[in-house]
């Protein structure tokens, strides 16, 4: 009998069973593919080194404007395949002989609920007092009519050999403004079409039309508000049909699509009585237990921010409460990074939802244009941008555009961890200079003094 | 090298102290071993003594409450050193601020004004842990912290906390009994009366208490001695000391009586540790005391090889320091048996819980006059009662009972301590 069975070794499984052995619990991890999950061998990892790629070819294009001359003469994919390969089975060496370490049995196969505390793997059936659920999300394809034909998705995109002359990409999410900024940046001839009236829904109104300005100055097309109908051959191309407040027809050689679902089908939910959402995400409260008694479920699974940090954040309590803590996991400190050129980040809530919420807000925002860091290095596109509440001086939200966004936004969770106040914020001391400083201008401008920016 | 002069971790339980007083100020020469700081903690008054000869430079003013192993000050080799150290280690401005705010707001006897953060009513020596955000919504509402529970980590006040004190109902006036009786009438809900904080004295009592209970298997044996023996004994005893000699009480007479029964039964003076059972050289009594602020048990130390009218005088001596909170950790730690006297509130039997990790505890009631047949004759003999709770883990029920007969007997014939 163990006291907690983990299923899926993904990022959120992975911490999830290196805690509870911490806590002293006989652990078991059920994966039926390869430890890691689509972070360490079709997501953030291989997407990383793809990008690293396509930074340094944009660093080569840019260094004219630093008096250097120079010339790509090749570009072999293979090498980018093959270095990520290498370092996505790296990272599963390291987690295969950290969860030995941690004396954490891993059994092969899928897990399937039989009753709340049976779990049958490839016909042996495991007992245990406790499970977390941690399987994950896997692609949702959109039935459209041609669409298989020309379909390319990010389970196949990290393989690539040569980059399509020209895609549509449907969908305008962090993964598909990730993957135009790359195919963009090797040469492809890119659109991006959704059926939204923005780019990044779920971002701040500000960050959308920011982020798509910067596609559009880099070549790519946008049709917002339009929804893909068919999709047919034509010689070596397809013709892709939207319709939407104007229609259009376009031909490209490949259509990207990557929407995602939660993985909660065939694993027997039904008979450990776990209830699901209407997005077949699985429901949990806030300590993140789902509706049966003693089993968790954190990450993908859980719908909401599908993103790797957040399984990994909720792995910590969820094994803490299965372990007997009660942990409630702060859902509101989670924060988003899009991986794009430049990057986008944020955490809390957007302008529109503040003002949702009847909140009288106060706005700062700090431009990257005049940053000294950002001008010395010619990285000027982007803002931080950061919502307080006028009543006490919350910090509600931060949300940042521009380089090094993902390591920045880490500057407003801390600070909403601990609760500071825009006050706080504001006085701040950074070193000069960096992106930085601009997290804590954006907070003097919330509170109406920021320095560098004309009186107002 | 200057040398950190730190507060030490006085026992499991200990988290913070109050630094009492400095003996000696900034620049003063100390030697190494002398007592250079006084400190209190919820349980015991310690003296620091300086870890070096040299000077003192204090860093921590009096009256602030200091974490385990915090640095307070610094002994510096020479004149030069301890012109670096105070350049280095200016006296904490904020630790300082706050004592000297928290005296003068007490001694005008006035609560500082609400809704300024920070500015909040505090105990001299008490530090509340709070956020920003937190700070800010209390002075807002002019919600006093200290009356905060926190539940952030290390007891933290955090938005949620304030979130639900402005959610509670404001504390109301206590209702007339027939009003009350009305609503109890009507509404099944409780009504909360007073709600008091788990903390200090109650915390480790509370703690100690559940570890003992949920780790050990506790058996109670009962049964009553003749207390004739003894109150014999202590009459003659009481008439042949000095008159400035304390008298002899009976605590005195059972300490020396349970000390020498354990002498004849080693294995009771033992405690389980682990996959062991450690059986102990010394015989240290401890004596439960409750003066008001808790319970506490001061030990008489290796009792067995001390004589019953010094054991008196020890334990006249601890209750002092109890009364006046100057018990030092000497006094309290490492006990091997307890005993609990109810006597003085009328109680006759009980159930004692063992002080954890000893493994036995003896519990005395009154001593009160009793039809008892002896001889085939009823008399009216003067009884005491015992309750001897012990760990079944390490002592069986016959090895117990064995060890509470011979105490009897003792407690019988006070001779037979000889």
């Known amino acids: 009998m163990y006291k907690v069975i983990i299923i899926g070794g993904g990022p959120g499984g992975y911490a999830a069973a290196i805690r509870s052995a911490q806590l002293e619990a006989r652990v078991a991890l059920v994966e039926e593919d390869t430890l890691g999950g689509i972070c360490v061998n079709r997501g ?413 | 090298m200057a040398i950190e002069i730190t507060i030490p971790k006085l026992g499991l339980t200990m988290k913070e102290a109050r630094l009492v007083k400095w003996f000696f100020q900034a620049g003063q020469t100390v030697a190494a071993e002398q007592t250079v700081a006084l400190i209190e903690t919820d349980k015991v008054s310690f003296e620091i003594v300086a870890p070096s000869n040299g000077l003192v430079n204090p860093v921590v003013a009096e009256g602030t409450t200091v974490l385990v192993a915090q640095v307070i000050g610094y002994v510096a080799a020479d004149e030069k050193e301890l012109e670096q150290l105070q350049k280095e280690n200016p006296a904490e401005a904020g630790t300082l601020a706050e004592h000297l705010e928290d005296k003068s707001s007490e001694e005008k006897g006035e609560k500082t004004t609400p809704g300024t953060p920070g500015a909040l009513k505090l105990k001299p020596g008490e530090r509340i842990i709070s956020s920003p955000l937190a700070r800010r919504m209390a002075g807002e509402h002019g919600l006093d912290l200290a009356e905060i529970p926190g539940s952030g980590p290390g007891g933290r006040i955090v938005e949620a906390d304030i979130l639900q004190a402005l959610a509670a109902p404001p504390k109301t006036e206590p209702q007339k009994a027939d009003q009350v009786q009305e609503d109890f009438e009507s509404n099944l809900d409780l009504t909360l009366a007073d709600e008091i904080p788990i903390q200090g004295v109650r915390k480790v009592i509370a703690r100690n208490m559940h570890l003992s209970v949920s780790t050990q298997a506790q058996l109670t044996l009962q049964t009553d001695a003749s207390a004739s023996g003894m109150q014999n004994f202590r009459k003659k005893v009481n008439k042949i000391i000095d008159s400035d000699e304390v008298k002899v009480s009976y605590n005195a007479i059972i300490v020396k009586a349970v000390a020498m029964a354990l002498r004849q039964h080693p294995n009771i003076n033992a405690s389980m540790d682990g996959e062991v059972i450690k059986v102990w050289k010394q015989i240290h009594i401890g004596v439960a005391m409750d003066l008001g602020q808790g319970l506490i048990v001061p030990k008489i130390r290796s009792a067995d090889t001390k004589s019953i009218i010094s054991i008196a005088g020890e334990l006249s001596q601890l209750a002092d320091k109890a009364k006046n909170k100057t018990l030092l950790l000497d006094d309290l730690q490492n006990g091997t048996f307890t005993i609990s006297n109810l006597g003085a509130w009328g109680v006759d039997h009980f159930t004692p819980i063992v002080n954890y990790p000893e493994s036995a505890i003896l519990g005395l009631g009154r001593i009160v006059e009793k039809p008892y047949v002896k001889n085939s004759e009823v008399i009216v003999d003067p009884r005491i009662s015992l309750s001897l709770t012990f760990d079944h883990r390490i002592i069986d029920g016959a090895p117990g009972a064995m060890f509470l007969k011979t105490l009897t007997r003792m407690i019988e014939e006070p001779l037979l301590m000889l």
């Not at chain 1, 070819?57 to 290498?86: H, P």
């Not at chain 1, 041609?146 to 969908?171: C, H, K, M, R």
């Not at chain 1, 694993?267 to 949990?284: C, F, H, M, P």
């Open chain 1, 44 to 456: 953030c990892i291989p997407i990383k080194v793809w990008l690293q790629a396509a930074d340094s070819l944009r660093r080569i294009q840019g260094a004219a404007d630093f008096g250097i001359t120079a010339k790509v003469e090749d570009i072999d994919f293979q090498t980018i395949v093959e270095r990520k390969n290498g370092v996505s089975s790296d990272i599963r060496m390291g987690m295969e002989s950290l969860l030995g370490n941690y004396g954490v049995e891993v059994i092969k196969g899928r897990g399937v609920f039989k009753s709340p505390g049976e779990l049958d793997v490839n016909g042996i059936v495991y007992q245990a007092e406790k499970y977390i659920i941690a399987t994950g999300s896997r692609l949702d394809i959109p039935d459209i009519p041609g669409l298989e034909n020309a379909l390319l998705t990010t389970d196949q995109a990290f393989d690539l050999q040569e980059i399509p002359q020209s895609v549509l990409i449907y969908g305008a999410g962090p993964v598909e403004v990730e993957m135009a900024t790359i195919f963009c940046r090797f040469g492809s001839k890119v659109s991006l079409a959704t059926e939204n009236s923005r780019i990044l829904i779920q971002e701040d109104q500000d960050s959308s039309q920011r982020m798509a300005q910067v596609l559009r100055e880099e070549g790519i097309t946008l049709f917002l508000g339009q929804t893909l109908e068919s999709v047919e051959p034509e010689n070596n191309e397809f013709v892709c049909h939207l319709s939407g407040s104007k229609d259009a027809i376009l031909k490209v050689e490949k259509v990207l699509c990557a929407p995602r679902i939660p993985n909660t089908t065939g694993l027997g939910l039904e008979n450990a009585g776990v209830l699901l959402d209407g997005d077949k995400s699985v429901q949990i409260d806030k300590y993140l237990q789902t509706s049966a008694r003693g089993i968790y479920a954190i990450g993908d699974v859980v719908g909401r921010t599908m993103q790797s940090h957040a399984a990994s954040a909720m792995a910590v309590k969820a094994a803490e409460n299965v372990m007997g803590q009660s942990n409630p996991f702060p859902f509101n400190l989670v924060p988003r990074g899009i991986w794009s050129f430049p990057e986008v980040a944020s955490v809390g809530l957007t302008e529109e939802e503040a003002e949702d919420q009847d909140l009288d807000i106060s706005v700062g925002e700090f431009p990257y244009s005049i940053n000294g860091l950002a001008m010395a290095v010619n990285e000027i596109k982007g803002s931080v941008k950061v919502i307080s509440d006028d009543q006490y001086g919350k910090i509600l939200g931060v949300h940042i555009v521009g380089p090094n966004a993902n390591e920045l936004i880490g500057e407003a969770v801390v600070a909403m961890q601990f609760e500071y106040t825009i006050a706080e914020l504001a006085a701040g001391i950074r070193v000069h200079p960096t992106f930085s400083e601009n997290v804590v201008d954006a907070a003097r401008d919330a509170q109406g003094w920021a320095l560098y920016l004309p009186k107002r």
